[in-house]
């Protein structure tokens, strides 16, 4: 058990990372995962104002569309506690860009959102802006988590968008961290759509946790220790 876990233990509505990180998670009720995140915000010293203010956005995004807000709750406590494995990583980054990081679907139609299928060039031009749009939105606010943001889909096999606005931030050993974090975050993602999303993108029927570790992997080989790692938590 790492330090920080021992801390959430003391806390009402603590989730474990036993359960972080098996399928049950996928089955909790939204409103005990914004407990855990709203724990967890407190424990990872995020500021009054702050947390203020990643609530207002989330609630915006509630408004907007439902199952993107229940994705970015899941995608911030995943890209937290995925934090929590590793030496030398601070979970507060990623819990604040893993709520944020699609924060930019709240420009895109719900028609759009919720299609499956059948996308053309103009739907995806208009899906990927989400990314740009959320780092607009919340540079001002979140320097270091719309950096990550911006990055989230930049590991995916056709990566976007292809500029990275001009950063504040010059540091060589920030960006790398940038990098790391963008990667988890990324990761959190992939993991919270293989579980959740039944768009089709691996067949009509449904995966068993066999095929669904197979699929995390294979896409995602660059992070396979870290896969061990949530996959031991997980038992
Ligand atoms: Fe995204
Ligand atoms: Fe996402």
Known sequence: MT???NLYQDSEGYISNKQVFSESFFELQI???LGAVNQEMKLLNISEDKQLKIKELLEEI???NVETYMHSIRVGLLASRIGSLAQGLEQKPLLQAGLLHDYGKTTISNHLLNKKKGFNEKD?????NHVLEGYKAIV???????????????????PYPEEIPQSEIH???TINKINTYSRIVALADFYDALNTRNDGKYGDKELSNEEKKGILIRENYDM???IAKMDEQGK
Not at 145 to 153: F, G, L, Q, T, Y
């Open 62 to 64: 509630h408004k907007h």
């Open 140 to 158: 001002s606010h979140f320097l270091f988590s719309a950096e990550i943001v911006v990055r989230h889909h930049q590991f995916n096999a056709k």
């Open 31 to 33: 409103e005990d995962i």
């Open 224 to 226: 396979i220790e870290m």
């Open 124 to 128: 995806y031009k208009n899906v990927q």
């Open 3 to 5: 330090m920080t876990e």
């Open 171 to 173: 540091s060589k050993k």
